[in-house]
């Protein structure tokens, strides 16, 4: 501990000296990518050794602490101009030290709270902080917003999949527009920079404003997505029901004897397909139609399209040559008096 730290006198807690806080400071916790909202419940892990002190030192006194949200998240060990200035007073319901040695805290959301100058002599952050508190704003304006939270994070909820009712049911039931605004917020897929903006907005109305703009695009693609997933399922359904289908067919045609004869039709196919001495690049092709065929449904168009395509390959006299000399000028001739009349 530092010499210059405020302390406590020795055994002033049944332990060694204990680190005073003034009144109006606070226990500060950088955190990475995470924003906890008034009203929120939620865990945060903690790893760093000045972050491990400072919840111990909070935990030791019964002291809430402030959440401050970094503004570089690659950063190990955050200095002052490296955390945001509005942060969320928590108080810690729970400390878990699991067996790997990680800490866990399970912290509530109190209220808001603004940096105004940070302290020095502590091992860990310590700030002189004001605490913002909502305004209690009432009004026609603000309960039409509150009653567009409600329908709009309802919506949103139902739209998800797997939503517990009790969510749905407690969102319906709240009566304040700005405590209603801090859950969306804290519940909304957007990034955490996005989310500060939503905290340093102190005036409930243009936070709820805000939030309602968030939730309309929210919205959006949630139905984008389960319009998505729908033809997505109808599509493989209907493949599904297509396999089925000429699976039964297949069966079916064994039964009464007609699948050998189709086995044995496709057997002559790669016969005349070998006898024909195609040039290699029309042989592989071929096979590769033959190949296609077995897989088709024998009712479909396209099987007879393609079965009449191989035969057609099939007849061409590849390997077969005419004797006597090709002269061309006679063909030239041929062909004019043909396409000219004359």
């Known amino acids: 501990i530092p010499d210059n730290a405020p302390q406590e006198p020795e055994g002033a807690r049944g332990g060694g000296p204990v680190l005073v806080v003034p009144d109006d400071a606070l226990i500060l916790i950088p955190v990475r990518n995470l924003v906890l909202f008034p009203g ?79 302290l020095d002599g502590y091992p860990f952050l310590v700030a002189r902080v004001e605490r913002l508190q909502d305004a209690d704003a009432q009004g026609p304006e603000l309960e039409a917003r509150l009653m567009q939270l409600r329908e709009r994070a309802t919506e949103a909820l139902r739209l998800l999949p797997d939503t517990p009712k009790e969510l749905v049911q407690a969102v319906q039931s709240y009566t304040s527009a700005a405590a209603l605004a801090d859950l969306v917020s804290g519940f909304l897929d957007i990034p955490p920079a996005e989310k500060q903006a939503l905290l340093e907005t102190v005036d409930v109305v243009a936070r709820t404003d805000r939030v309602l703009g968030q939730l309309a695009k929210r919205i959006e693609v949630l139905k984008l997505s389960r319009e998505i997933d729908q033809r997505t399922r109808a599509t493989v359904d209907e493949r599904q029901r297509e396999f089925m289908l000429r699976e039964q067919m ?34 592989k092709h071929a096979r590769k139609e033959l190949k296609r065929l077995t897989r088709m449904n024998e009712a479909s168009a396209e099987y007879s399209m393609a079965r009449t395509y191989i035969e057609w390959l099939i007849e061409l006299p590849w390997s077969k040559l005419s004797e006597g000399a090709i002269d061309i000028a006679a063909a030239q001739r041929i062909l004019d008096e043909d396409h000219y009349g004359l």
């Open 250 to 283: 297949k069966t079916i045609q064994d039964q009464l004897g007609e699948g050998e004869g189709t086995a044995a039709e496709l057997a002559d196919l790669e016969k005349a397909i070998a006898d024909a001495k195609m040039p290699e690049e029309v042989d």
């Open 40 to 118: 929120m419940i939620l865990p945060v892990s903690v790893g760093r050794e000045l972050s491990i002190a400072a919840a111990q030192q909070a935990v030791k006194t019964d002291k809430p602490v402030g959440l401050l949200l970094q503004t570089n998240p690659e950063v190990d060990t955050p200095r002052p101009g490296e955390l945001h200035r509005v942060g969320t007073i928590a108080q810690i319901l729970r400390y878990v030290t699991t067996p790997d040695g990680t800490h866990h805290l399970v912290s509530q959301g109190e209220s808001r709270f603004r940096v105004i100058e940070f």
